[in-house]
């Protein structure tokens, strides 16, 4: 298993300096590494063998499998609930007549691994966006000031170069400030946008698909149809056509086997309560960003929160000199500089900006 997860461990370095938070990091770090690792897994024929084994009579057995990979095996879905072996060979797996039974066709299954692979590069998009942007800015600030023990001659200068620069580039950064909200909306819009997408992957069961799995639960033995068997059957069948002897067209039935939608109902499940809670985290974390823009008192006590050890009057007196890219750079310079240099840069700062007149 390690040759199969190595590729995705580069993702779980810890960044050194911090231009993001939490919940961007749930986008970009620990949806990308599970949806790499989900393809990978599938396409790991070690683990679980030929993605698709079919057997009917008269067919060599490798043009069949290879027939029905390319086309598409298909199940009936009014037949999913019985007993299998008595009333059917598996769930939705029973002899059918053409035009007169719904057929529903599984072109999805060679395509699950692509799939999953671009909804993770598309995760990674506006991580990527807003390193471009950002270009830097916060590690540029911070200077090493993030490492308790500094030597002092060089901790005071960094201080003096920090201060300068937030005092001369004071109520510029809104810009700045700006694309990063736009980055976390374009989160939330991805991750809605996905779950759209995989509905659409999967012919309409996904938006539904973890509440039934929690439903079928709760149903009496004999009422159950697993929703699990009729989005991802194990068992399906095949129709191949070919000339007879006389020349006449010969139908042939086959049964394939689907190992690979084992392990693809498991991930879908996982993937459906995963976005439902990453979608509403990320809702949450919008109309914190609207609280945030929209209330300046807000950013008051979020700027005490981040510098606890400041005194009230020094943040309230830069919060009133502040605007919202200002006081951006402020809060995440405080995730990322020592907690007792980023007090002594707040005291300083408040002198400094006590004796500058409003620009």
């Given at each position: 298993?390690?040759?199969?997860f190595g590729?995705?461990?580069?993702?779980?370095?810890?960044d050194?300096v911090?231009i993001?938070?939490?919940i961007?990091?749930l986008?970009y770090?620990a949806?990308?590494?599970?949806?790499?690792?989900?393809s990978?897994?599938?396409t790991?024929r070690q683990?679980?063998?030929?993605?698709?084994?079919?057997?009917?009579?008269?067919i060599?057995?490798g043009?069949?499998d290879?027939y029905?990979?390319?086309?598409?095996?298909?199940t009936?879905p009014n037949?999913?609930?019985?007993v299998a072996?008595?009333d059917?060979?598996q769930?939705?797996?029973?002899s059918h007549?053409?035009?007169?039974?719904e057929v529903?066709y599984?072109?999805?299954?060679?395509?699950v691994?692509?799939?999953?692979f671009?909804?993770?590069m598309?995760?990674y998009?506006?991580?990527?966006l807003?390193?471009?942007w950002?270009g830097?800015r916060?590690k540029?600030l911070?200077l090493?000031?993030?490492?308790p023990?500094?030597?002092?001659?060089?901790?005071e200068?960094?201080?003096?170069?920090?201060i300068?620069?937030?005092?001369?580039n004071?109520?510029?950064h809104?810009?700045?400030a700006?694309r990063?909200f736009?980055?976390e909306a374009l989160?939330?819009?991805n991750?809605?946008g996905?779950i759209?997408f995989?509905?659409?992957?999967l012919?309409g069961e996904f938006s539904?698909?973890g509440?039934?799995?929690?439903r079928?639960?709760e149903?009496?033995p004999e009422?159950?149809g697993?929703?699990?068997s009729?989005?991802?059957?194990?068992?399906?069948?095949c129709t191949?056509?070919k000339?007879?002897p006389?020349?006449?067209v010969?139908?042939?039935?086959?049964?394939?086997?689907l190992p690979?939608n084992i392990?693809n109902?498991k991930?879908?499940?996982?993937?459906w309560?995963?976005?439902?809670?990453?979608s509403?985290?990320?809702?949450?974390s919008?109309v914190?960003?609207?609280?945030v823009v929209?209330?300046?008192?807000?950013r008051l006590?979020?700027l005490r929160a981040?510098?606890?050890?400041?005194?009230h009057?020094?943040i309230?007196h830069i919060?009133?000199?502040?605007?919202?890219?200002d006081?951006?750079?402020l809060?995440?310079?405080?995730?990322?500089i020592?907690?007792l240099i980023?007090?002594e840069i707040?005291?300083e700062?408040?002198m400094k900006?006590?004796g500058?007149?409003?620009?």
């Open positions: 298993m390690f040759d199969v590729s995705v461990k580069g993702l779980l370095k810890l050194q911090c993001d938070n939490n961007f990091r986008h770090k949806t990308v590494i599970v949806l790499i690792a989900f990978l897994l599938v790991s683990y679980i063998g030929d993605p698709i084994d079919c057997i009917v009579d008269e060599p057995l043009v069949m290879t029905c990979w390319i086309y598409s095996t298909f009936i037949r999913m609930i019985g072996g008595r059917m060979v769930p939705g797996v029973v007549v053409e035009g007169s039974d529903k599984h072109k999805y299954y060679q395509w691994c692509f799939a999953l671009f909804q993770a598309l995760f998009v506006p991580r990527y807003w390193k471009t950002e830097g916060i540029m911070v090493d000031l993030n490492m023990i500094v030597n002092e001659e060089c901790k200068d960094r201080k003096k170069i920090l300068s620069y937030f005092q001369e004071l109520r510029r809104n810009f700045y700006f990063f736009i980055c989160n939330f819009v991750v809605i996905q759209y995989m509905d659409y992957f012919d539904t698909y509440s039934d799995v929690l079928f639960t149903l009496e009422m159950r697993d929703p699990m009729r989005v991802f059957p194990k068992v399906t069948k191949f056509h000339y007879g006389s020349g006449s010969q139908k042939f039935d086959g049964l394939c086997v690979l392990v109902e991930i879908y499940v996982f993937l309560f995963w976005f439902i809670i990453l509403i985290l990320s809702g949450f919008l914190y960003r609207a609280l929209f209330a300046p008192k807000v006590y979020l981040r510098t606890r050890l400041s005194s009057q020094d309230e919060s009133n000199k502040c605007q919202i890219g006081w951006f750079i809060y995440q310079l405080g995730k990322n020592d907690p980023f007090k707040i005291t700062l408040a900006l006590n500058k007149h409003d620009v």
